[in-house]
Protein backbone atom coordinates (compact mmCIF):
# COMPACT_ATOMS: atom_id res chain seq x y z
CA UNK A 1 0.00 0.00 0.00
CA UNK A 2 2.86 2.37 1.05
CA UNK A 3 4.38 1.50 -2.58
CA UNK A 4 0.89 2.20 -4.56
CA UNK A 5 0.24 5.37 -2.85
CA UNK A 6 4.00 6.83 -3.10
CA UNK A 7 3.90 5.96 -7.01
CA UNK A 8 0.24 6.88 -7.58
CA UNK A 9 1.37 10.53 -6.06
CA UNK A 10 4.62 10.92 -7.60
CA UNK A 11 3.99 9.35 -10.86
CA UNK A 12 7.83 8.76 -11.58
CA UNK A 13 9.03 8.23 -15.13
CA UNK A 14 12.71 6.41 -14.02
CA UNK A 15 12.39 4.27 -10.53
CA UNK A 16 15.16 2.70 -9.75
CA UNK A 17 15.44 -0.69 -7.16
CA UNK A 18 18.72 -0.20 -5.38
CA UNK A 19 16.54 -1.85 -2.13
CA UNK A 20 17.99 -5.32 -1.13
CA UNK A 21 19.69 -7.42 1.25
CA UNK A 22 22.95 -7.53 0.30
CA UNK A 23 25.57 -8.98 2.94
CA UNK A 24 26.58 -12.81 1.76
CA UNK A 25 27.55 -13.51 5.74
CA UNK A 26 23.93 -12.55 6.91
CA UNK A 27 22.61 -14.80 4.21
CA UNK A 28 23.64 -17.36 4.95
CA UNK A 29 23.17 -17.30 8.52
CA UNK A 30 19.27 -15.97 8.00
CA UNK A 31 18.47 -16.41 4.46
CA UNK A 32 14.76 -15.73 5.36
CA UNK A 33 15.14 -11.97 5.14
CA UNK A 34 17.18 -12.16 1.81
CA UNK A 35 14.07 -13.87 0.25
CA UNK A 36 11.51 -11.85 1.57
CA UNK A 37 13.25 -8.58 0.56
CA UNK A 38 14.94 -9.12 -2.95
CA UNK A 39 12.29 -11.32 -4.11
CA UNK A 40 9.26 -10.33 -2.86
CA UNK A 41 10.36 -6.90 -2.53
CA UNK A 42 10.61 -6.68 -5.91
CA UNK A 43 7.59 -8.35 -6.96
CA UNK A 44 5.86 -5.80 -4.96
CA UNK A 45 7.38 -3.04 -6.65
CA UNK A 46 6.58 -4.67 -10.14
CA UNK A 47 3.17 -5.40 -9.42
CA UNK A 48 2.55 -2.15 -8.22
CA UNK A 49 3.50 -1.03 -11.80
CA UNK A 50 1.46 -3.45 -13.37
CA UNK A 51 -1.42 -2.35 -11.84
CA UNK A 52 -1.04 1.14 -12.57
CA UNK A 53 0.71 1.31 -15.48
CA UNK A 54 -2.03 3.31 -16.93
CA UNK A 55 -2.07 6.26 -14.99
CA UNK A 56 2.02 6.73 -15.02
CA UNK A 57 4.26 8.19 -17.35
CA UNK A 58 4.49 6.41 -20.70
CA UNK A 59 8.14 6.64 -20.45
CA UNK A 60 8.31 5.14 -16.91
CA UNK A 61 11.65 2.33 -16.92
CA UNK A 62 12.37 0.92 -14.16
CA UNK A 63 15.88 0.70 -13.36
CA UNK A 64 17.09 -2.83 -11.47
CA UNK A 65 20.13 -2.85 -9.36
CA UNK A 66 21.61 -6.32 -9.39
CA UNK A 67 25.15 -7.68 -8.59
CA UNK A 68 27.71 -9.68 -10.37
CA UNK A 69 27.25 -12.39 -7.95
CA UNK A 70 24.24 -13.51 -9.89
CA UNK A 71 27.29 -15.48 -12.56
CA UNK A 72 28.81 -17.22 -10.44
CA UNK A 73 32.70 -17.53 -9.58
CA UNK A 74 35.76 -17.07 -11.90
CA UNK A 75 38.93 -18.90 -11.78
CA UNK A 76 41.75 -17.01 -12.48
CA UNK A 77 42.36 -17.34 -16.12
CA UNK A 78 38.80 -17.12 -17.19
CA UNK A 79 37.34 -14.70 -19.10
CA UNK A 80 35.17 -11.67 -17.77
CA UNK A 81 31.58 -11.64 -16.83
CA UNK A 82 29.23 -10.28 -20.17
CA UNK A 83 25.63 -9.61 -19.77
CA UNK A 84 24.43 -13.57 -21.70
CA UNK A 85 26.93 -15.17 -19.17
CA UNK A 86 24.51 -17.82 -17.79
CA UNK A 87 22.89 -17.68 -14.18
CA UNK A 88 25.06 -19.99 -11.47
CA UNK A 89 24.64 -17.83 -7.91
CA UNK A 90 26.55 -19.89 -5.42
CA UNK A 91 25.00 -18.43 -1.71
CA UNK A 92 21.80 -17.47 -0.55
CA UNK A 93 22.35 -13.39 -1.63
CA UNK A 94 23.18 -14.24 -4.97
CA UNK A 95 20.28 -16.97 -5.77
CA UNK A 96 17.75 -14.41 -4.17
CA UNK A 97 18.72 -11.30 -6.67
CA UNK A 98 18.96 -13.67 -9.39
CA UNK A 99 15.44 -14.60 -8.80
CA UNK A 100 14.44 -11.19 -8.67
CA UNK A 101 16.59 -10.55 -11.87
CA UNK A 102 14.41 -12.91 -13.44
CA UNK A 103 11.05 -11.65 -12.40
CA UNK A 104 12.05 -8.33 -13.91
CA UNK A 105 12.67 -10.17 -17.54
CA UNK A 106 9.33 -11.78 -16.68
CA UNK A 107 6.96 -8.44 -15.91
CA UNK A 108 8.82 -6.50 -19.13
CA UNK A 109 8.11 -9.74 -21.68
CA UNK A 110 4.34 -10.65 -20.21
CA UNK A 111 3.37 -7.30 -18.95
CA UNK A 112 5.28 -4.51 -21.06
CA UNK A 113 6.77 -2.90 -18.04
CA UNK A 114 9.91 -1.07 -19.92
CA UNK A 115 12.85 -2.32 -17.48
CA UNK A 116 16.92 -2.41 -17.53
CA UNK A 117 18.40 -4.65 -15.55
CA UNK A 118 22.37 -4.02 -14.22
CA UNK A 119 24.83 -6.11 -12.99
CA UNK A 120 27.57 -3.92 -11.13
CA UNK A 121 30.96 -5.52 -9.39
CA UNK A 122 31.82 -4.83 -5.92
CA UNK A 123 30.94 -0.95 -4.23
CA UNK A 124 32.58 0.95 -2.05
CA UNK A 125 32.76 4.47 -0.81
CA UNK A 126 31.36 7.13 2.39
CA UNK A 127 28.33 5.95 4.38
CA UNK A 128 28.82 2.09 3.07
CA UNK A 129 28.18 -0.22 6.59
CA UNK A 130 30.67 -1.37 8.06
CA UNK A 131 29.58 -4.70 8.18
CA UNK A 132 31.55 -4.54 4.50
CA UNK A 133 35.37 -5.48 3.68
CA UNK A 134 36.67 -1.91 3.25
CA UNK A 135 34.85 -0.05 5.94
CA UNK A 136 35.08 -3.21 8.76
CA UNK A 137 39.31 -2.95 7.68
CA UNK A 138 39.22 0.66 8.46
CA UNK A 139 37.27 0.60 11.52
CA UNK A 140 38.97 -2.20 13.30
CA UNK A 141 42.47 -0.34 12.29
CA UNK A 142 41.44 2.58 13.75
CA UNK A 143 40.21 1.01 17.01
CA UNK A 144 42.89 -1.28 17.11
CA UNK A 145 41.36 -4.27 16.72
CA UNK A 146 42.10 -7.20 14.42
CA UNK A 147 41.30 -7.04 10.70
CA UNK A 148 39.68 -10.40 9.63
CA UNK A 149 40.67 -11.98 6.67
CA UNK A 150 38.66 -15.10 5.49
CA UNK A 151 40.83 -18.02 4.00
CA UNK A 152 44.30 -16.69 2.83
CA UNK A 153 43.01 -13.13 1.53
CA UNK A 154 43.39 -14.36 -2.35
CA UNK A 155 39.24 -13.59 -3.44
CA UNK A 156 39.38 -11.43 -6.55
CA UNK A 157 36.80 -8.40 -6.55
CA UNK A 158 36.05 -5.75 -9.03
CA UNK A 159 36.02 -2.34 -7.15
CA UNK A 160 33.74 0.79 -8.30
CA UNK A 161 33.38 3.36 -6.55
CA UNK A 162 29.75 4.11 -5.64
CA UNK A 163 29.86 7.34 -6.78
CA UNK A 164 30.57 6.08 -10.55
CA UNK A 165 27.98 3.41 -10.22
CA UNK A 166 25.18 6.34 -9.67
CA UNK A 167 26.22 8.16 -12.32
CA UNK A 168 26.09 4.78 -14.36
CA UNK A 169 22.91 4.32 -13.73
CA UNK A 170 21.41 7.99 -14.15
CA UNK A 171 23.15 7.43 -17.59
CA UNK A 172 21.16 3.52 -18.42
CA UNK A 173 17.92 5.07 -17.23
CA UNK A 174 18.04 6.97 -20.75
CA UNK A 175 17.97 3.97 -23.04
CA UNK A 176 15.88 3.04 -26.12
CA UNK A 177 15.57 0.07 -25.52
CA UNK A 178 12.33 -1.59 -23.66
CA UNK A 179 14.72 -4.47 -21.80
CA UNK A 180 18.23 -4.57 -21.67
CA UNK A 181 20.95 -5.49 -19.56
CA UNK A 182 24.40 -4.02 -18.61
CA UNK A 183 27.23 -4.86 -16.62
CA UNK A 184 28.92 -2.44 -14.92
CA UNK A 185 32.47 -2.70 -13.37
CA UNK A 186 35.80 -0.18 -13.59
CA UNK A 187 38.55 -3.22 -14.99
CA UNK A 188 40.21 -2.52 -10.88
CA UNK A 189 40.44 -6.23 -10.03
CA UNK A 190 42.37 -6.78 -6.41
CA UNK A 191 43.13 -9.80 -4.05
CA UNK A 192 41.51 -8.87 -0.70
CA UNK A 193 44.69 -9.03 1.27
CA UNK A 194 46.48 -6.64 -1.60
CA UNK A 195 43.45 -4.37 -0.53
CA UNK A 196 43.82 -4.77 2.63
CA UNK A 197 47.23 -3.93 2.17
CA UNK A 198 46.70 -0.99 0.59
CA UNK A 199 44.55 0.35 3.41
CA UNK A 200 46.78 -0.74 6.11
CA UNK A 201 49.95 1.05 3.98
CA UNK A 202 47.89 4.40 3.57
CA UNK A 203 47.17 4.67 6.86
CA UNK A 204 50.72 4.02 8.51
CA UNK A 205 51.10 7.50 6.89
CA UNK A 206 47.72 9.16 8.26
CA UNK A 207 47.84 7.71 11.45
CA UNK A 208 51.14 5.98 12.26
CA UNK A 209 50.94 3.46 15.17
CA UNK A 210 54.18 2.11 16.96
CA UNK A 211 53.91 -0.77 14.44
CA UNK A 212 52.29 -1.67 11.21
CA UNK A 213 48.46 -1.77 11.02
CA UNK A 214 48.99 -4.89 8.49
CA UNK A 215 50.39 -6.44 11.75
CA UNK A 216 46.44 -6.48 12.97
CA UNK A 217 45.52 -8.61 10.44
CA UNK A 218 44.12 -12.33 11.15
CA UNK A 219 43.17 -15.27 9.20
CA UNK A 220 39.73 -16.74 10.01
CA UNK A 221 38.13 -19.67 8.51
CA UNK A 222 36.58 -19.27 5.23
CA UNK A 223 33.15 -17.97 4.32
CA UNK A 224 30.77 -20.99 3.22
CA UNK A 225 30.77 -21.10 -0.95
CA UNK A 226 33.16 -18.56 -0.99
CA UNK A 227 33.30 -17.40 -4.52
CA UNK A 228 37.25 -17.03 -5.64
CA UNK A 229 36.48 -13.89 -8.26
CA UNK A 230 33.94 -11.81 -9.81
CA UNK A 231 34.95 -9.55 -12.67
CA UNK A 232 32.37 -7.99 -15.57
CA UNK A 233 33.42 -6.66 -18.87
CA UNK A 234 31.50 -3.58 -18.90
CA UNK A 235 32.47 -2.75 -22.29
CA UNK A 236 28.79 -2.66 -23.97
CA UNK A 237 28.46 0.42 -21.15
CA UNK A 238 30.92 2.02 -22.90
CA UNK A 239 29.92 1.54 -26.27
CA UNK A 240 25.80 2.96 -25.24
CA UNK A 241 26.76 5.72 -23.48
CA UNK A 242 30.31 6.76 -23.64
CA UNK A 243 30.98 5.72 -20.04
CA UNK A 244 33.77 5.21 -18.10
CA UNK A 245 34.76 5.41 -14.36
CA UNK A 246 36.35 8.51 -13.16
CA UNK A 247 38.01 6.89 -9.90
CA UNK A 248 41.15 5.16 -9.89
CA UNK A 249 40.65 2.51 -7.01
CA UNK A 250 44.10 4.10 -5.61
CA UNK A 251 42.79 7.65 -5.31
CA UNK A 252 38.94 6.41 -4.39
CA UNK A 253 40.36 4.20 -1.63
CA UNK A 254 42.48 7.74 -0.18
CA UNK A 255 39.24 9.59 -0.29
CA UNK A 256 36.80 6.47 1.36
CA UNK A 257 39.63 6.13 4.48
CA UNK A 258 39.78 10.06 4.54
CA UNK A 259 36.12 9.91 5.35
CA UNK A 260 35.66 7.50 7.37
CA UNK A 261 38.43 8.91 9.90
CA UNK A 262 36.59 12.09 9.45
CA UNK A 263 33.29 9.87 10.43
CA UNK A 264 34.23 7.76 12.66
CA UNK A 265 31.55 8.46 15.66
CA UNK A 266 29.03 7.07 12.59
CA UNK A 267 31.12 4.27 12.09
CA UNK A 268 30.80 3.71 15.39
CA UNK A 269 27.17 3.72 16.13
CA UNK A 270 26.34 0.90 13.32
CA UNK A 271 26.38 -2.94 14.65
CA UNK A 272 29.52 -4.54 13.39
CA UNK A 273 29.25 -8.46 13.26
Not at 62 to 83: A, C, K, M, W
Request: some cysteine; hydrophobic content about 35%; proline content about 5%.
Amino acid sequence: QALNHAILEFKPNKIFHLAAESHVDRSIDGPEDFLTTNIMGTFNILEVIRKNLAYLPKDLILVHVSTDEVFGSLQPSESLFIESSGYKPNSPYSASKASSDLLVRAWNKTYGIKAVITNCSNNYGPWQNPEKLIPKTIMNALTKNKIPIYGKGINVRDWLHVTDHAEALIAISKTEKNCSRYNIGANQEMTNIDLVRLICGYLDKKKPLDEPYFNLITYVEDRLGHDLRYAVDATQLGLDFNFKPNFLLSEGITNTIDWYIENLDWVKSKSIS
